[in-house]
DNA sequence: ACCTGAACACCGTTCAAGT
DNA sequence: ACCTGAACACCGTTCAAGT
C-alpha cells in the first residue's frame, strides 16, 4: 500500500494518503506519525507540504468533495428539478458510502472547503432553474442540511438494537419504542438489511423533504 | 467555580464538573486532567470512579439527555400529535442551545444513552397516540434525524458568508451561491440574526418534515 | 528547496504504593 | 475504600541542523 519512498512528497501526495489511510483503517489512525510512516517519510517533513493536521483534515474533505463533484458533473439532467437533485444528492452519497469515516469529519470543520461551496453552488443552480426563489431555495438548504450532501447522520439508530436482546429491565422503561420495535421485525423479519436499510430510509426522508420542497414551490 | 476540594468525588461529580468545563471551555478542554483540576484532585483519582474517558463523554451525553427529559416533561400537551411533538423538540433545542459543545458530541457516541432512550420512547409514544403506525413512525424517526432531538449540525451554512467580503476571483466561481446570498441580503438587511436565525430555519425544516408525515399519515 | 533528529508540552492510561 | 506519584506510550509541533 505504500508507495514508493523515492517519489518526492507533495502537498497532493500527502492528502491523498491521508485518504487512503483514512479508507484503510479509520479516521483515528491518521495522525502526523502515521501519516509520514505511510509515505516513507518522516512525521516533521510532512509540515513543509501541509501547516497543521487541521490543514490536513480540511484538505481530505476537500479532496472528497472533488470527488464528489466529479461524479455529479458526469450525470444527465432529470426532467425535472426534484429528480435532477435526487440523482445529484444520491450520487454524492455513494462517495460517502465509499470513505464512511468522511461525515463524520465534515461535520467537524467550519470553514467550508472551494469544492464544497462548488457542490452547493451547482445545486442552487438546479433549484433556481426549477423554479424556487433564492429565498426559498436558502430555506431549502437549512432544511436538507447534510443530507443536499448525501449523508444523515443519525445520533440514534432505531434498527440497532432490533435484534439485540434487550433486557426485561430495560424494555420495562421502553415501552413505546420496545412495541415498535417489536411489530417491525414482525411485520419483516428479512428488515436488518445493512446499509441497504439505511440506504432506504435515506431515500424516504429526502423525498419527504423535496416533495415538501414541491409542494411550497407552486406557492 | 472550582467546587470545594473537601468533598469525596463521586461519578455524578465528575460528570457534572465535565459539564461545566465543557460549557465554559469547550469540548476540548475536557481532558482528564483538567478535569481533576476542576475538582481539586488528581487525573488518576478520576478512574477510579470512571471507566476512561469515553466513559466521562458517554456520561456527560446522558447527564444533557436527562436535562432534556426534565424539561419535556413539564410540558403540557399540545391540542394534535404535530403540535405535542413539536414543542417537545424545540424544547429539547433549548437545553442544546444551553449546551453549545452538545451536538457535536452526540454525533460521535455509537451506543445510545438510556436517558436519550426514554426521550425517543416518549416520542413514539406521542406519534402513536397521534395514529401513526409503528412502521411509519421508525421511517418518521429517521427524517427527523437529529433533528428529532431539537438539533441540525449544519455542515455548510451559507449565512456564514453573507456578511464576510467575498473575493471577486471565487464569487466568479460561484455565480449561484453569490446570487442567492446577494438576493437575501437584499431583501432583508437585517438578516444577520446570530443564533435567532437558525431557530428560524430549523423551525422551517421542522415543520416541512411534520406536516409532510402529517400529510402520510392520513393515507 | 526539501527533509530530519532531538526536544517540548501535552495527552490517556497502568500499576504499585500510599492512607 | 479511596487517592496518588512515577512511568509509559502516544500525540502535535518547533527549531536548529543537515543535504
Not at 430555506?139 to 434487550?166: C, M, Q, T
Amino acid at each position: 500500500m505504500t508507495t514508493d519512498a523515492r517519489t518526492p512528497l507533495t502537498r497532493e501526495r500527502v492528502l491523498h494518503a491521508a485518504v487512503a489511510l483514512a479508507d484503510e483503517h479509520g479516521l483515528p489512525a491518521v495522525t502526523m506519525r502515521r501519516l509520514a510512516e505511510e509515505l516513507g517519510a518522516e512525521a516533521m517533513s510532512l509540515y513543509y507540504h501541509v501547516a497543521k493536521k487541521e490543514d490536513v483534515l480540511d484538505g481530505i474533505v476537500d479532496v472528497v468533495a472533488q470527488e464528489i463533484n466529479e461524479a455529479v458533473a458526469r450525470l444527465a439532467p432529470g426532467p425535472d428539478w426534484r429528480q435532477t437533485a435526487r440523482r445529484r444528492i444520491l450520487t454524492a452519497r455513494e462517495v460517502f458510502l465509499r470513505h464512511r469515516w468522511a461525515p463524520a469529519l465534515f461535520e467537524t470543520r467550519s470553514s467550508t472547503s472551494l469544492a464544497v461551496l462548488k457542490y452547493y453552488d451547482a445545486l442552487v443552480g438546479v433549484l433556481h432553474d426549477g423554479g424556487f426563489t433564492h429565498d426559498r431555495i436558502h430555506h431549502a438548504l437549512h432544511a436538507l442540511g447534510s443530507r443536499a450532501l448525501g449523508f444523515s447522520h443519525e445520533v440514534f439508530d432505531p434498527n440497532a438494537g432490533a435484534s439485540a436482546e434487550i433486557p426485561a429491565e430495560l424494555a420495562a422503561q421502553l415501552p413505546n419504542l420496545v412495541g415498535m420495535l417489536r411489530e417491525i421485525a414482525h411485520d419483516d423479519p428479512d428488515s436488518t438489511l445493512g446499509w441497504c436499510d439505511d440506504q432506504a430510509e435515506f431515500e424516504f426522508g429526502l423525498d419527504l423533504i423535496l416533495a415538501g420542497l414541491d409542494l411550497l414551490r407552486d406557492r
